[in-house]
């Protein structure tokens, strides 16, 4: 269930007004992506007080007039942390703890998965919902396959 206004996690209560809902409409959309609470609370937390830190006075008073969250549409909301990934490929690479999953020029994967074939199902999940592709390499780093989604959108 998407967190709201009225009812969010705890360790959100603290925040600045526009800190917790830009929390909570990141949080929200990164549980969308398949993150888990645990992971997407601390991300969306760090994020939201970075967007404040950067938005001016008027971006700030703008978005608080804005609807909860939860009442804008998912489109409009999945994406709004980061606009520019939402264009990007999906890369299924090696990582240390096994199979990475990451928006091409995200800094951090996603998600990281023991199997890579779960990083595969992952990664096409997330590109085909964006109508972009999703790109596999090779344990050496080398590119394997791509999966176009392109013309699903």
């Known amino acids: 269930m998407p ?3 009225n009812d969010y996690p705890s360790s959100l209560k603290n925040l600045d007004k526009p800190v917790r809902k830009k929390a909570i409409d990141i949080a929200n959309a990164m549980l969308d992506d398949g993150y888990d609470e645990g992971r997407a609370i601390p991300i969306a937390t760090e994020q939201a007080k970075e967007w404040q830190k950067n938005a001016s006075q008027k971006e700030i008073r703008d978005f608080l007039e804005e609807g909860d969250p939860t009442e804008r549409s ?3 909301k999945r994406y709004e ?3 520019e990934l ?3 490929a999906e890369l299924v690479e090696p990582h240390d703890d096994g199979w990475a999953v990451r ?3 995200a800094k951090k994967p996603a998600n990281v998965y023991d199997k890579k074939a779960d990083a595969i199902k992952r990664a096409k999940d ?3 919902k964006q109508g972009t592709e999703a790109v596999i390499f090779k344990k050496d780093g080398s ?3 791509r999966h176009s989604f392109s013309e699903n959108k």
């Open 3 to 5: 967190w709201t206004m």
């Open 74 to 76: 998912e489109k409009d």
């Open 81 to 83: 942390s980061r606009p």
């Open 86 to 88: 939402m264009e990007k």
């Open 103 to 105: 928006s091409r020029d």
């Open 126 to 128: 997330i590109a085909e």
């Open 143 to 145: 590119e394997e396959t």
